[in-house]
Nanobody, 120 residues
Framework: QVQLVESGGGLVQAGGSLRLSCAAS????????MDWYRQAPGRQRELVAT???????NYADPVKGRFTISRDNAKNTVYLQMNSLKPEDTAVYYC??????????????WGQGTQVTVSS
């Protein structure tokens, strides 16, 4: 089993910053891509940012220039630094990791989500 645990969510005023963390644990042989998604009430879950094992990064247009995704391979952890937050960033943020286990299977695991609320 591969488990992901997010942390760092909370309530912040517009223009403020938050840093989300997501740590993966379990029988992990390799993590390839790690992603951040978000889902607001009544809306479809959307991809926010992704980072590959080679540190290639991609961002959704609404967060470009404001969010930064990074990873610490030694800790199997992905981060999302969120600056200049806007009320429309309010959502539950989920991390996802893709890779292979030590017993030779592929995995695509989701974290439990962390709430980010940005007040106007």
């Amino acid at each position: 089993q591969v488990q992901l645990v997010e942390s760092g969510g909370g309530l912040v005023q517009a223009g403020g910053s938050l840093r989300l963390s997501c740590a993966a644990s379990g029988s992990i042989a390799r993590i390839n891509a790690m992603d951040w998604y978000r889902q607001a009430p009544g809306r479809q879950r959307e991809l926010v940012a992704t980072i590959t094992s080679g540190n290639s990064r991609n961002y959704a247009d609404p967060v470009k220039g404001r969010f930064t995704i990074s990873r610490d391979n030694a800790k199997n952890t992905v981060y999302l630094q969120m600056n200049s937050l806007k009320p429309e960033d309010t959502a539950v943020y989920y991390c996802k990791a893709d890779g292979s286990t030590t017993w030779g299977t592929l995995f695509g695991s989701w974290g439990q989500g962390t709430q980010v609320t940005v007040s106007s």
